[in-house]
């Protein structure tokens, strides 16, 4: 058996000396071995460790925040209210997580937890503001057609300035009855475009 029989297949021709050294160099060929018992082996200690959850539980708030009835800087400002008002503000906010300047901090990072810190003021302002705008936006409507809307704009008439106010109260639902008949948007040929 020769070095041409053992090694694979090249245009190459080797002299005999050569021949010795390439089997030298590469000694006598072996099947690799077969990867495939150490990844079921693998896939199998991966599995295990996720199903019996080895790794350990984290505890941690936010960004090191620690709830301000076991900080110690919010104790020594709550200590040093005098006034029956801001005692009451300290037992509030006792109940919230304080940094380490003794301070409570707003936590805006979609938990549930912490809805009340900011999602259920965020979603109170922004059904105020609505009615506002509904309001204005009605009462424009309203006074559109009068021969002194002008004037009305500028002194306001308070009754219709009070129905419009009451009337926007639901307007969340009057906006989605808007928005799905067809009145909310208007066509894109009304609406004017600047040349460019």
């Known amino acids: ?20 050294t390439v089997l030298l160099r590469q000694g006598t060929p072996r ?3 077969d990867p495939q018992p150490m990844r079921r082996l693998f896939a199998v200690l991966i599995s295990a460790l996720l199903i019996f959850g080895f790794a350990p539980v984290a505890k941690a708030d936010v960004a090191g925040l620690t709830p301000c009835s076991q900080s110690a800087r919010f104790q020594q400002r709550a ?11 300290f037992a509030m906010y006792s109940q919230a997580v304080c940094g380490a300047d003794g301070l409570p901090h707003l936590i805006v990072d979609g938990r549930w937890s912490h809805a ?38 500028i002194q306001i008439d308070l009754p219709l300035a009070f129905k419009s106010t009451l009337a926007a109260a ?21 609406v004017t475009i600047s040349p460019r």
């Open 31 to 33: 099947a690799p071995p």
């Open 79 to 89: 200590q040093a209210a005098k006034t029956d008002q801001a005692k009451a503000r």
């Open 116 to 153: 009340g810190d900011f999602v259920i003021p965020g979603i109170a302002f922004l059904y105020i503001a609505g009615t506002i705008g509904w309001a204005g936006r009605g009462y424009l409507q309203a006074v559109r057609g009068d021969k002194d809307a002008t004037m009305k704009e």
């Open 170 to 190: 639901t307007w969340p639902l009057a906006a989605f009855g808007e928005l799905t008949s067809g009145k909310l948007t208007e066509v894109d040929s009304k």
């Open 1 to 20: 058996m020769s070095a041409r029989d053992i090694l694979p297949r090249q245009e190459i021709e080797l002299l005999p000396w050569q021949e010795i």
